[in-house]
Every structure is written in C-alpha cells, then in structure tokens.
C-alpha cells in the first residue's frame, strides 16, 4: 500500500542528498552561523551591557532577530538546492534515461521539490535547540513560534518551485542559478524598493497638500509589500508595524493574506510550467 | 508487428533530420541501424523512446503509438541512449531497484529480478560498488540490465558497444546474442558493422535521414554493392584467358595479375548466369581453377554508399 504513494525520485534524491559531503558541510555551516548570532547575542545583551541578565523583552528580540536571519538563510540556500534539480540531471546526462521510465513528469518535478524542501526542512528542525534558548528566557508564544514556522515553509516551497521551474526550462544550471536568485532579489529586495517609492509619492502627494483630508489608498504599494517576505515577518513579529501600514497605505486587508494568496499562485504556477516542460519535445506531456 | 513506423518526419526548420521513413520489425528481430553522423539514427531512436515528437508520422510499439500512448509505450520499451550518465553515489543494486521502482515494480519484484539481472550482465560481483567506481564497460552493461528491469518486449540500443575495449565489446555482444535468444525485439545502431552483420537478423541502411536499404545482411550487400566482384585463377594460358571473358557482355572491368595467374572483373549476370559462365569456360579448355566471389564486407559496403563519411 505504501509502495503506491511512494516517490522513486524522492527516495533517491533523499538517498544522494544524505551521502553527499556538501549537505552536511552545509548544515554545519547554517548551524554555525545560528550558533554565532545566539552567543553573540547573549554576550552583547549581558557581559556589554552591564546588567548580567536577560530581560524576556531581549529574549523576544533576540528571536525576532533569529526569525529574520534565518529567513535570509533559507532565501539564500533554496535557490542552491533547487535551481539544479532537472538542469545537473540533464548535463550528467540521466535525464533522458529518467524520462524513458513510465513515471509521470508530475512525480519527478513534486519527487525533486519535495528532496529539496525535506533537507530544507532539516535545516529548520536542526535550528531548533537555539531557538529553544528563546523559551528558555521567555517572551515568545508558541503561535507565534509556530506561525513563523509556516511562514518558512510556504515561501520555501514558492523559492524552491521558482528554482525547479528555472532548472527545467534552461539547459544550464548556472543560468537557473542566476535566474533563482534574480528571482530572490526581486521577491526579497527590488519588492521593498518599490513599496518605500510608492510610500515616498503617497507622502509627497500629502505635503504637497492636493489630498489632504483624503484617507491614503494605495493599492501597488501594499501589494509591493505584501509580497515581501521581510515585510510579512515584521508584521508578524510586531503586529504594530501592521497597523502602521495599514494607515500609510489605507488598506485594513492583513497582508499575510495576499501573501498567501500570491506565493500559493507562484507555486501552482512554477510546477505547472516545470511539469509542462519536462517533456518539452514530446506533443503529449505525459 | 512488433515495431511499426510508419512515414516517421522530424524537421529542424529546414533541416530535415528524418524523411519519410517507414520500417516494421517483427517479434524477436534483431535490427541493425547502420548510417553516417547525422543520418537519422539517434533522432528515429529517440522519437520510439518517447523522448522526441515527429514532425509527422507515427511509430507502434506493440501496436501502441509513440505520439498519442507515450506512457504506455514507455511499458514496452526499454532504451540505452549513446551518451548516459550514472549517479555517483548510488550502488550498482541500488541503481537497479531505483530505476526497477520508476517502472512500478514492488519491493519484491525488485529484489528477485535486480540479482538475475547482475548476473546476466556479469556483474554479481560488483552489486554492492558505486556506479561511478565501474569502468566504461561495466557502466554499459548495467544501463543494460537497467533497461531489462521491467521486461520489456523491444530493446532500443543505440551504440551500445560505443568507447569499450575488444573485450568489453566481446562481452556486450554475447550479452545481445543471450538477449536474442530470449525472444527480445532489439533495435541496435553500431559503428562495428561486421558485429551487426554477425549478431542482426535485419539490416537497416539510413543516409540523410531517409532508409536507403533494407533486409538481412546478404540483401543489403546485394542491394547495395552493384555489380559483383569475381576472381579467377587459372593454372596457365591467362591471356587466352583474359580474351575469352573480354567477349562476354556480362563482365567488365577485367584486371590482370600475371604473377598469379589470376584475372578479376566486374560481373553483372545473377547466379544461375554465373554458373553457365564457369560451365561454358571449362568447355571452352579455359584451364582454371578457382572461381570465387570477392567478399565486400559490410563496412565496404556502407563506406561506399556513404561515399566515404565519418562512421558513427
């Protein structure tokens, strides 16, 4: 029974992934970079600031700060993991031997994300035990804790369809590379960009006095925003900074909605292309 | 039927890698795809692996459609590519048992078949090593086994013998002599003809995407090589010799080789033809001693249709 939902390409990935020295080299180097930060953190906030103890609203920050970084590490790793999954398959030539066997393409593109998104996940999971020096010091809900979590695991499945989608539909890795993180820097950078402009003109078109007395309504800007993996978290982190959004752009709609909304459409999406494409040469791309 | 093509066009904008070609195979043929770079061959070998869509035409599988039933087809075949690579880190059974569960096979079925396979293609003994640590030769022969792991009726190999040492090559033609025993319809493209030649029922002679030639191997060599090539030797009088063939319409292109004493010319006439030939000059006191036909072989033969191309 288990054996009809099981995923050849999946299990395999699995299997390659886990004896590849580079998988644990690079969880070692995530954990490191956690480990640095935390006792960083600690030291700063006891030995420096000379009271020698930890107040629950630091330890609040402190995972506020952790959130934030991690987010970042996983933005950065994704598209590492991904944006080669079909392309390297297709210049170590195994790929035309893979197409050959009666596996649908759905299984191979799902099989390859799902690889990618476990490891992903592991990555998490092995962050766990510095993360649980925050409850160690208090200052942070497990919803929240947990909110964070879903957080991370929606936009690494939306990264890691964006990457699967780009190794599919070029021949090179180093060019899907390329197009995942220019893809990275839009969602992550050129988006927060746009919102702070589109923020600049609702506040020069204030002073300049034609829309005073006029509720602010700026639809793109929110939109720039709401898509903006950074921007969901602070919001999420400090619900406040929602409602002060919510005056500058004039929109009461919390923005993890849109972002749900929009990161599920990207996903969909990118594996639609990604399973459309994987045969490309074939009429029927079964 | 086993194999069915029929009318097969694949089209690169104006070029045309494919014309038109029409081929069937019946069960447990073994087919040999002979032609230069860039014939046609790896293209038709990719569109009945369901890897590549025709231009126009269609190719059966079993009576399955390579253009509307990939999948099914897919059931049915089980392809070797020319070029392939190999997952470094897995082992030889595991490289086995992932490719026998992308075909469907349980659990149990794998681990029945993945030993008789290691051991039909010799490799028993390398069932724990990883892929990439097995030579050139090794590697061929499990991507093999690894298209032998769901049974297929039709086997499509193309170069299958391509980079390997004599011995390695000894050893994957016994393999394919074992395989042809077993009823197993195999569709193989080699550079080495005289393997092909040896090993194939049928020969298929592809140039500029189009079949110029098909049948077992002396059809082709008949089709293809023109006039035939005779040698005769005599024990003396090679001049009266020579004259007396000069006179037949039927002979053309006479050589002389007096040192010993033997004559070859071009022949046009059919068998029945060639005994009369060697009937009439006995009567006629020509005193020879040997008639024989020049043997072309089938690299001879291709060289000069291809008109001297590079042999893939």
């Known amino acids: 029974m288990m054996e009809r939902f099981s995923n050849p390409v999946l299990l395999k990935e699995l299997k390659l992934r886990f004896r590849a020295f580079k998988s644990f080299s690079g969880l070692m180097f995530y954990l490191a970079v956690l480990c640095i930060f935390v006792a960083g953190f600690l030291l700063i906030y006891t030995q420096f600031s000379g009271t020698g103890f930890f107040k629950p609203s630091d330890s609040f920050t402190m995972f506020a700060v952790l959130s934030i970084l991690q987010m970042g590490l996983v933005m950065f790793i994704t598209p590492g993991l991904t944006a080669g999954a079909i392309s390297t398959e297709r210049e170590k030539q195994t790929l035309n031997i893979l197409l050959t066997t009666t596996q649908s393409s759905t299984q191979i593109i799902l099989g390859k994300l799902a690889s990618s998104v476990a490891f992903l996940i592991l990555m998490l999971v092995a962050g766990l035990p510095l993360y649980s020096l925050v409850f160690l010091f208090g200052g942070v809900s497990p919803s929240q804790f947990i909110i964070i979590f879903l957080f991370y695991f929606l936009t690494l499945i939306a990264i890691g369809s964006i990457g699967i989608m780009f190794s599919t539909i070029t021949k090179k890795t180093i060019v899907s590379m390329i197009a995942t993180y220019g893809a990275m820097i839009f969602l992550g950078g050129i988006t927060a960009f746009f919102f702070f402009i589109g923020m600049s003109m609702e506040q020069m078109a204030v002073h ?10 700026s639809p793109i800007t929110y939109f720039w925003v709401s898509i903006n993996p950074g921007a969901l978290l602070i919001t999420t982190l400090y619900p406040e900074m929602g409602n002060a959004l919510e005056s500058v752009v004039g929109i009461s709609l919390p923005i993890w909605i849109v972002y749900l909304i929009f990161y599920i459409f990207i996903t969909v999406i990118c594996l639609f292309i990604a399973i459309r494409k994987l045969r490309a040469n074939m009429k029927t791309n079964r | 039927m086993m194999v069915d093509i029929q009318g097969l066009t694949k089209k690169y904008g104006s070029f045309t890698a494919l014309d038109n070609l029409t081929l069937s195979l019946d069960e447990g043929v ?32 079993n009576g399955k459609s390579v253009v509307r039933e990939p999948k099914e087809v897919r059931k049915q075949i089980g392809y070797m590519p020319d070029f392939f690579g190999v997952y470094d880190q897995l082992k030889a059974d595991e490289y086995l048992d992932f490719y026998g569960a992308s075909y469907g096979l349980s659990h149990a079925e794998r681990k029945v078949l993945i030993p008789q396979l290691l051991e039909l293609v010799n490799l028993t003994h390398k069932r724990y090593e990883y892929v990439d640590l097995l030579s050139r030769g090794m590697k061929q022969r499990l991507c093999l086994a690894r298209s032998l792991i769901h049974d297929p009726k039709v086997l499509i190999l193309d170069e299958p013998a391509s980079g390997l040492d004599p011995r390695a090559r000894v050893e994957m033609r016994d393999i394919l002599k074992h395989l042809k025993s077993l009823g197993k319809t195999i569709l193989i493209s080699s550079h080495i003809l005289p393997e092909l030649a040896e090993m194939c029922d049928e020969i298929g002679v592809i140039d500029n995407g189009k079949l110029i030639a098909h049948g077992n191997v002396h059809e082709i060599q008949g089709q293809l090589q023109g006039d035939k090539r005779i040698i005769v030797k005599v024990v003396n009088q090679i001049d009266r010799a020579r004259a007396y063939f000069e ?16 004559l070859t010319f071009n022949y046009r006439g059919k068998m029945e033809e060639q005994v009369q030939l060697l009937k009439n000059a006995l009567l006629a006191d020509i005193p020879i001693f040997a008639l024989t036909e020049e043997e072309k072989d089938l690299e001879d033969v291709f060289m000069a249709i291809t008109k001297g191309a590079d042999i893939e």
């Open chain 1, 208 to 217: 300049s006095g034609n829309v005073q007395n006029v509720t602010p309504f």
């Open chain 2, 30 to 61: 073994v087919f040999g795809f002979v032609g230069a770079n860039g014939a046609g061959k790896s293209t038709t070998f990719s569109i009945l692996a369901t890897l590549l869509s025709p231009t126009s035409g269609d190719a059966f599988i």
């Open chain 2, 247 to 262: 006179e037949n319409p039927l002979i053309s292109s006479i050589e002389l080789n007096e040192e010993r004493n033997e």
